[in-house]
């Protein structure tokens, strides 16, 4: 069984950082897609950055230069590195495995941006 836990959210004001952390279980990382997601109120679910297998990353063009995906091996866990946070990156946070399809999902995590 699949099991994906987030943590690190909290509330930090405009132009701050924040590292997210999703340990998993049931997996092993290195061998999967991984990947965080988040959905804002009133909005869909959106991919903000995935970590392939192989290592390669893609971000969203609006995270593009200030978040960092990054993935602990020995600690079978991928993590989320925030910089320069905007208002706009307000949502709950979601650690994916395998994909949208896969039904792989942790818990979710808030991430409230001040202006």
């Known amino acids: 069984q699949v099991q994906l836990a987030e943590s690190g959210g909290g509330l930090v004001q405009a132009g701050g950082s924040l590292t997210l952390s999703c340990a998993a279980s049931?997996?092993?990382?290195?061998?999967?897609?991984m990947g965080w997601w988040r959905q804002a109120p009133g909005r869909q679910r959106e991919s903000v950055a995935t970590?392939?297998?192989?290592?390669?990353?893609n971000y969203a063009d609006s995270v593009k230069g200030r978040f960092t995906i990054s993935r602990d091996n020995g600690k079978n866990t991928i993590y989320l590195q925030m910089n320069l946070l905007k208002p706009e990156d307000t949502a709950v946070y979601y650690c994916?495995?395998?994909?949208?399809?896969?039904?792989?999902w942790g818990q979710g995590t808030q991430v409230t941006v001040s202006s």
């Open positions: 994916n495995a395998g994909g949208w399809t896969s039904g792989n």
């Open positions: 049931g997996i092993i990382v290195r061998f999967d897609d």
């Open positions: 970590i392939s297998s192989g290592g390669n990353t």
